[in-house]
């Protein structure tokens, strides 16, 4: 396993080289953003541990061109700026995971292994309608390129719908997939869950066939991306 | 407490600009009305007295020419006025001698006088005596006690050497009539032209500080939140105080956006050493590691207790910010559902749109996020989040979640600065405690309750910014 760590603190970077090698990581280090871009563009890492504040690009900088030229290394953001705001911020630039400074070592190691191990997934194809754009193996929607933000609900009802692209769905069936059975749904939900969706990804896509459900396609024109 | 207003000028000094301006204009014009009235009503009864006045000189120049004198006995013309001849009518003429004493004996004497006579005050007779051929007027009472104007003029009658004082009188009720009339009239019209004057006064101020009021609306807008900046278009006078109430919201915005930025800083430059310490002493054996450990502990307790000390005070100043509620709930629900992926978290959310919060969208992230957080740690699989208005003024947010929940004895120890009571679970251990912490700067609260999904339901009371 092949991890590269991008961190300006020398001190902080010999611990965790020393932590990372004990526990049995090939390290690499980049001690400011330029350099860090690089190396994550140019290698293939398992994973990336990054700090957000670096000299010449910040991190979350860093992160959203790596996303934009398609690296998807799964991405581990280190960082004392522990506001919600900037967490925020973190997960819509792409990252994977969040520790916020002071950490404990053996916690770090923890969230980078079940990091690689989610990303080690089974990979499947991913769908397109359009321009709208789903990859079921990183959980990740964009449409015309721009990466959505999509909670686990809206998600599944998105995929659903593209699975089945082009045919009407109804409500019945729609709930009937988005929910386990112990999740306890009221009669409007799908509708709220439909108008979220429609925000998202624009409001045309999913077309409402009066008395038999929703129909989601792509917009005229438009061809598969 | 408000500091005692000073006390104001007869009622008024802080009470109304417009009460003010209106009450002084009203002052001046009530005062000038009731000159103008007086000096109209003077105007009048002079013209009206005049006139009498010169009816009674006509009557004494008719005696004055055609009185004769035979024998010694005094002979007054037949007069053409028929009231001289009916008793007490009201019209009466009388030729009498004076003596040293001014005492009027009378020689001829009108029969509508009857037995009764003219008598001119001393004082009248005195002047008659003085300014022969000049008539001297005054006030007396006929027989019925009715009032009468006179006119009293010495003259001489050729045959007689002794000069006589011709007198006439009149009934005055008449004038007197005619002048209470015109008082009533001009008084009535003066009022109403008065309350005219104040009406119109009130209005042109109403309108012309409508400006002001205008103004005082939109700052109260800003306030509360339903608007970020004054907008309006003003007159020339207050437009530049609405610049300056601009500056002054975009200044104070600015302040706290620094002061913000200041504490990140700090944070960031001072918790890179500490995890660095803390790492590196935990892996030492020995009594410096261990004093290392525990200091080192220490300092980070400190910082994060300072820094919210500081992003608190920084918060209490802010102005004017609106925070849509529904979007920072769906970036919340995303990122937690990502921190918390191995575990398989669903987050179900609800919140009207249109719903907004009136404060910093940077608080409510930092609320919502360490009340989500922390039912994502406890929960089993689900949490819901459900965010309403209360009324105009507040909303409530609402997250709960199926886990273990908390024993009602349990719940105020969450509230309590730094308490964690599960020393095993990760977090900072801060998360209700902020959480409380910044509701109750906002002016909200916090409340523990069990959910019905299992687990616990944090209930957080907001204000709102009203659409």
């Known amino acids: 396993m092949r991890i590269l760590l991008v961190e300006d603190d020398p001190d902080l970077s010999r611990q965790l080289k020393l932590a990372l090698g004990d526990a049995g990581y090939a390290v690499d280090h980049a001690a400011d953003g330029e350099e860090g871009h690089f190396l994550g563009e140019t290698e293939p890492y398992d994973a990336v541990i990054l700090d957000l504040g670096l000299p010449k690009i910040d991190g979350v900088s860093v992160l959203e061109k790596w996303r934009r030229e398609n690296v998807a290394t799964p991405v581990l953001i280190l960082t004392a700026r522990d506001n919600w705001s900037q967490k925020v911020a973190g997960f819509d630039a792409g990252a994977d995971d969040y520790l916020t400074k002071p950490f404990h070592t053996e916690e770090l190691l923890a969230r980078l292994r079940a990091l690689v191990r989610r990303s080690a997934g089974h990979a499947s194809p991913s769908l397109a309608c359009g321009g709208l754009r789903l990859d079921p193996r990183a959980a990740r929607a964009t449409v015309n390129g721009e990466p959505l933000r999509l909670t686990s609900l809206e998600y599944r009802l998105l995929h659903y719908m593209m699975l089945h692209q082009g045919r009407v769905i109804s409500r019945t069936e729609l709930v009937e997939h988005l929910y386990d059975q112990d999740f306890d749904r009221d009669s409007n939900t799908i509708e709220v869950f439909i108008g979220r969706v429609r925000k998202k990804i624009g409001p045309d896509r999913i077309e409402t066939v009066r008395g038999l459900g929703y129909r989601i396609m792509a917009l005229e024109g438009e061809t598969d991306a | ?467």
């Open chain 2, 1 to 467: 407490m408000t500091p005692r207003a000073r006390k104001p000028w007869f009622g008024l000094g802080r009470s109304s600009l417009v009460l003010r301006l209106v009450l002084l204009a009203g002052v001046w014009s009530v005062a000038m009305l009731v000159l103008a009235g007086f000096g109209l009503n003077q105007l009048f009864t002079r013209a009206a007295v005049e006139r009498f006045e010169a009816g009674l000189g006509e009557s004494i120049l008719g005696l004055q020419a055609e009185t004769t004198v035979e024998d010694g006995q005094v002979y007054a013309p037949p007069m053409t006025d028929v009231r001289a001849y009916r008793p007490f009518s009201g019209f009466y003429w009388q030729i009498a001698s004076l003596d040293d004493k001014g005492v009027a004996t009378p020689l001829v004497r009108s029969r509508s006088l009857w037995d009764s006579r003219l008598t001119p005050p001393p004082k009248v007779a005195a002047r008659a005596r003085a300014n022969p051929g000049v008539s001297v007027y005054f006030d007396t009472t006929d027989p019925l006690n009715k009032p009468l104007h006179a006119a009293a003029q010495l003259g001489v009658i050729p045959g007689r050497t002794e000069p006589v004082l011709f007198m006439a009188a009149e009934n005055r009720e008449a004038i007197d009539a005619a002048t209470r009339r015109f008082t009533y009239i001009i008084a009535g019209a003066l009022i109403v032209l008065g309350a005219g004057l104040i009406l119109a006064v009130w209005l042109q101020v109403r309108i012309g500080l409508q400006p002001l009021f205008r103004l005082r609306r939109e700052v109260a807008r800003v306030r509360k939140g339903k608007a970020e900046r004054l907008v309006g278009d003003y007159p020339a006078e207050l437009s530049p105080l609405a610049g300056e109430l601009n500056a002054l919201v975009a200044y104070n915005q600015d302040v706290v956006e620094r002061q913000r930025t200041h504490v990140g800083n700090l944070a960031h430059a001072l918790k890179t050493p500490i995890s660095v310490m803390l790492t590196e002493a935990r892996q030492q054996p020995g009594v410096l590691a261990d004093i290392v450990v525990r200091q080192s502990e220490a300092m980070r307790g400190h910082v994060e207790h300072h820094l919210r000390r500081a992003r608190a005070a920084a918060r209490a100043q802010t102005i004017g910010e609106r925070t849509d509620v529904a979007e920072v709930v769906d970036e919340l629900a995303v990122t937690m559902e990502r921190i918390f992926q191995d575990k398989g978290v669903t987050i179900d959310w609800r919140a009207p749109d249109e719903l907004c919060f009136r404060g910093e969208r940077q608080d409510l992230q930092e609320l919502l996020g360490n009340v989500l957080e922390n039912a994502g740690i406890w929960c089993k699989r689900k949490v819901r989040v459900t965010a309403e208005p209360i009324d105009g003024d507040w909303l409530t947010l609402t997250v709960e979640d199926d886990g273990p929940g908390l024993p009602a004895e349990r719940r105020g120890e969450v509230l309590q600065r730094g308490a964690r009571l599960d020393e095993s679970a990760p977090g900072s251990g801060l998360g209700l405690a902020i959480v409380d912490e910044l509701a109750r700067a906002y002016g909200g609260d916090l409340v523990l309750e069990g959910s019905a999904m299992g687990g616990l339901k944090v209930a957080v009371r907001l204000p709102r910014a009203e659409t």
